[in-house]
């Protein structure tokens, strides 16, 4: 949640900002993922329903972040952000 505005705020474009966080996340998912499934903490057979649709999602957004003008994706963002702020509060 802070990775984009903090980068924005050193600089980087908004696409680059973007590109930037994701850059740094997926390899610490990674990462994290495999020392879940060192400890045992979860079974990769219960993430396999999310891994098909998590990889379109990553794909389509690749190709889109360099076509949506940075004005409409700043609002896309914040909008997430809204949305994940809410979520958060109603757990």
């Known amino acids: ?40 903490r979860f079974e990769l057979a219960d993430a396999a329903v999310y891994l098909l649709p998590g990889a379109v999602g990553a794909l389509a957004g690749a190709l889109l972040l360099a076509k949506i003008p940075q004005n409409w994706l700043r609002k896309i963002f914040a909008l997430f952000m809204i949305w994940a702020g809410i979520r958060m509060v109603m757990k």
């Open 1 to 40: 949640m802070l990775a984009v505005p903090l980068l924005k705020k050193f600089g980087l474009q908004q696409t680059n900002a973007h590109a930037t966080a994701v850059a740094v996340i997926a390899p610490l998912s990674v990462l994290s993922t495999v020392a879940y499934l060192l400890l045992h």
